[in-house]
């Protein structure tokens, strides 16, 4: 009888702890271009969007972030601000951009196709996977896209933006 009440204690105290296992709220840290190369340098697994001041569809997709996040414990998205980075296009047919700045051309050595705003990118052990860029509001997805040429809106496959994001950071 002792035997079964301290098989049953130990099993109680397990449960307890396994049960109180707190979740991590979902969070999106501001991170700088130069953090973002110490991450890939680390060969870390993430995810980081590229946004920017006056993008109607980065304040959507933020918008629908903040709604849904509780739903979504545990991740984590680093986000950066391209505002100032100086973006342009070097001539008006060109498929990427140049930019003035250092952190504008550090951010193009690692995402070269960099056009539009949201773009967010699965980082995988240092190593860019997956981009998915833009947001529709609609049906709350991202155009997928890779990392070696523009998107092209019309022949990417489009995944839900939450699906994306947990799938990207495992």
């Not at 307890?16 to 110490?38: H, N, R």
């Not at 304040?59 to 342009?88: C, M, R, W």
């Amino acid at each position: 009888m002792k035997r079964l009440f301290s098989i049953v204690c130990v099993f109680a105290v397990f449960l307890s702890l396994v049960g109180c296992q707190s979740k991590k709220a979902f969070q999106t840290k501001d991170i700088t271009v130069s953090q973002l190369q110490e991450k890939i340098k680390i060969k870390d697994t993430f995810v980081f969007m590229v946004e920017r001041d006056g993008c109607q569809f980065c304040k959507k997709l933020n918008a629908y972030i903040k709604k849904t996040k509780g739903e979504h414990p545990n991740l984590t998205i680093y986000v950066v601000d391209s505002t100032d980075f100086g973006f342009q296009k070097e001539t008006e047919d060109a498929d990427h951009l140049i930019s003035s700045t250092k952190d504008g051309k550090a951010l193009l050595q690692i995402v070269p196709y960099f056009m539009y705003t949201p773009a967010l990118y699965a980082i995988k052990k240092g190593k860019v996977k997956q981009a998915a860029i833009g947001f529709n509001d609609t049906y709350k997805t991202v155009g997928l896209w890779n990392n070696t040429s523009q998107i092209d809106f019309e022949q990417a496959e489009y995944e839900d933006f939450w699906d994306f994001v947990e799938s990207s950071a495992q």
